[in-house]
């Protein structure tokens, strides 16, 4: 308003200034003498007058220039409306269709009234209809599975009262048809300028379909696929939980029994490995069904099984659940018209407070595992810590002796083998012997039957027979006399398929002599392993290798084996031999007897006096040894040996 007063003004002010200069311009132009000219009075009226018409004029202007910039103004306002309401609807739009898309349902609660909006799709998750009554919490609670409410209040409480920056939990909600559903539910809280949560909205994502996945893949995850049985990583959790439930109890409160299937690789090999899966899945049944509610079966991988036993109360309950697991696999299983037989090995452990870790745990398990293994088939043992003693001894000389084949470290002893009744060396056996690093000569004992069970026997073996072979081809041809060389072959090794071949490289590279060599074999190759034995033996027939059945008497060796396969000759096992001369000699001399019915040859071992060589020679015993005639020693002893041997068969000159 003052700029358009200020602007009139000056609009004046510019009028009378013209119009007092124009009548100061007429009078110098047409003298004083004019101010007495009635139109230079006129002059001004009509200068008013058209002031007046150009002032209206300039009016009329301004204000179609005010109504045109109204117009203008009130076009760009509807415009921006427009632009605004369309904006709108197509916000509304696009959530609307991406809460369809997302297929969620929406929910909308006032915290301080408890009123709760909840949209169509959300009661059509649990089967309730658009008009179905859910405006409270109470009403949404209601279709929560019971055991999952506590949880549920505890998440919308934690946000509300702003112990946790938003809101996302899964729950189950009951179906109307009694069935159940995993839902995702998340949300955020308005509050006020207090910081207090007024309002809460969110959405809830049926994920049924994603919680069975996930539950699968647990499943799998912590569960054996061919038995179903719990596996090794949820078999420790429950044994870290009890031994967390029992870290303060001075009694114990749980035990645990690992369980290793005897000789069920023979299965494997015999019949495949499918048979051997349903073998697996039939002694896993077996093996449940006699656990108490409450024990754990797991198996642990390949042929082991556990057991993790709670609430006992003395030592021999634990035992008496071992030995009901061993009674329950007495009846063979039957696959594919196969009856096989059954049984296992069991260690157990009792868990006290001692023990701080699963994997002390399962290593004594272990350890009496393979004690009751080593007792024979289908044992038991409960572990003590003399036996981790012992284990730990072991592993020193599986370590050591692996230390020692890798510098061929081991010495080959020799022993010799006579005729009867001459006692003229006619061959020698090759046995191993060990100086360990303290300098003591571990005996065979000590360390072949960890070479066993670890596979070392095989490179050891094989060292032993590369050598020998070559230290007798040697003696060969410095005595120029035949001599022949016994190795002792375990059944591990005679049954691998690249035995022969070794046997034959050996026998090449050395120049022995032909038919030389003498395989001793345990009974155990004829009983377990008839098809690999039928081939190895025809092709050492080939090489004219012979093979002598060692320590005839003391395994199972049938007489329908002896018929069956090419055996040479027998060891009498010097049980037997040390027998002679008392009331109970009568099973040696059978021995004898049969060899030489089944035309084999027979060497007796374990010959130490003058009286056992008298009742071998009355036998007919054509060879024996023993340290009557020589101990085991080395070939810079044995060489005298054999050096007055063969002069003493060389012909008087």
């Known amino acids: 308003m003052l700029e358009r007063a200020s602007r009139h003004l000056l609009s004046a002010n510019l009028f009378f200034g013209l119009l007092v200069a124009t009548i100061c311009v007429f009078l110098a132009l047409w003298g004083p003498e004019q101010l007495l000219n009635p139109v230079l ?68 609660w006032d915290v301080a009234t408890d009123a709760l909006y909840c949209s169509g799709r959300w009661r059509e998750m649990i089967g309730l209809d658009a008009t179905a009554p859910i405006a409270l919490l109470e009403q949404w609670l209601d279709h929560v599975v019971e055991d999952d409410r506590p949880g549920l209040l505890w998440a919308l409480r934690s946000h509300v009262e702003g112990d946790r920056s938003h809101f996302e939990h899964e729950y189950r909600m009951r179906h109307v048809d009694g069935s159940t559903w995993w839902v995702l539910c998340r949300g955020i809280a308005v509050r006020d300028e207090a910081g207090r949560a007024i309002r809460m909205a969110g959405s809830q994502t049926d994920i049924t379909e994603q919680r069975r996945i996930r539950d699968s893949l647990a499943q799998a995850a912590q569960h054996d696929p061919l038995t179903d049985l719990p596996n090794r990583t949820l078999f420790r959790e429950l044994l870290q939980h009890a031994i967390r439930q029992n870290a303060r109890q001075s009694a114990p409160g749980y035990a645990v029994l690992f369980i290793d299937l005897d000789d069920f690789k023979q299965v494997n090999d015999t019949y495949g490995h499918v048979v051997g899966d349903r073998f697996l899945a039939a002694i896993a049944g077996r093996l449940q069904a006699e656990l108490r509610p409450g024990d754990s079966l797991a198996r642990l991988g390949g042929d082991e099984f556990a057991v993790l036993v709670e609430d006992f109360d003395t030592h021999g309950a634990v035992v008496a659940i071992a030995e009901r697991l061993q009674r329950a696999l007495d009846e063979p299983i039957r696959i594919s018209n196969q009856d096989l037989p059954a049984s296992a090995s069991i260690g157990i452990v009792v868990g006290t407070s001692s023990y701080h870790s699963v994997d002390a745990i399962l290593r004594d398990a272990d350890i009496a595992m393979y004690r009751a293994k080593a007792a024979g088939r289908g044992g038991h043992e409960l572990f003590d810590p003399a036996m981790y003693a012992s284990a730990l001894s072991r ?128 009974e155990s190759v004829l009983i377990d392993h008839s098809e690999v034995v039928d081939q190895h033996f025809q092709r050492l027939r080939n090489l004219q290798v012979a093979v002598h059945l060692d320590n005839f008497g003391s395994g199972y060796a049938s ?85 007055a041997a063969a002069a003493a068969t060389q012909p008087a000159a």
């Not at 008013?48 to 760009?76: I, P």
């Not at 369309?86 to 909308?108: I, K, Q």
């Not at 190795?487 to 490289?505: A, G, H, M």
Request: proline share 5%; hydrophobic share 45%.
């Open 559 to 643: 007489l329908s084996c002896l018929q069956r396969y090419p055996v040479d000759a027998l060891k009498l096992d010097k049980s037997f031999v040390a027998r002679m001369g008392t009331a109970n000699e009568g099973v040696g001399g059978a021995i004898v007897r049969l060899a030489r019915e089944l035309g084999m040859g027979l060497i007796a071992e374990g010959v130490e006096t003058a009286a056992h060589v008298d009742q071998l020679r009355a036998l007919d015993c054509p060879h024996a040894q023993g340290y009557l005639f020589s101990q085991p020693v080395t070939a810079g002893e044995m060489a005298p040996l054999l050096a």
């Open 395 to 522: 592993l020193r000389i599986e370590t050591e002796l692996r230390r020692a084949l890798e510098k061929n470290a081991l010495t080959v002893f020799y022993q010799p083998i006579v005729q009867l009744p001459s006692s003229e060396i006619c061959g020698v056996e090759a046995l191993v012997r060990w100086e360990r690093a303290d300098g003591r000569v571990a005996q065979p004992l000590e360390f072949i039957p960890i070479a066993e069970e670890t596979g070392l026997v095989v490179p050891l073996t094989y060292q032993v027979l590369r050598e020998a072979c070559h230290q007798v081809a040697a003696w060969q041809q410095m005595y120029e006399r035949p001599l022949d060389l016994s190795v002792n072959i375990s059944s591990r090794l005679f049954t691998r398929p690249e035995f022969i071949d070794q046997v034959e490289e050996a026998m090449a590279e050395s120049g022995l002599l032909p038919g030389s060599l003498r395989l001793e074999i345990p």
């Open 41 to 108: 009075w006129l002059l001004p009226l009509a200068s008013g007058l058209v002031y007046l018409a150009f002032r209206s004029h300039h009016m009329y202007l301004e204000r179609l220039a005010g109504e045109e910039r109204h117009r203008e103004e009130v076009l760009r306002l509807h415009e921006d409306t427009l632009a605004a309401l369309e904006a709108a609807r197509r916000s509304e739009e696009r959530y609307a269709l991406a809460a369809a898309g997302s297929n969620d349902g929406l929910w909308d």
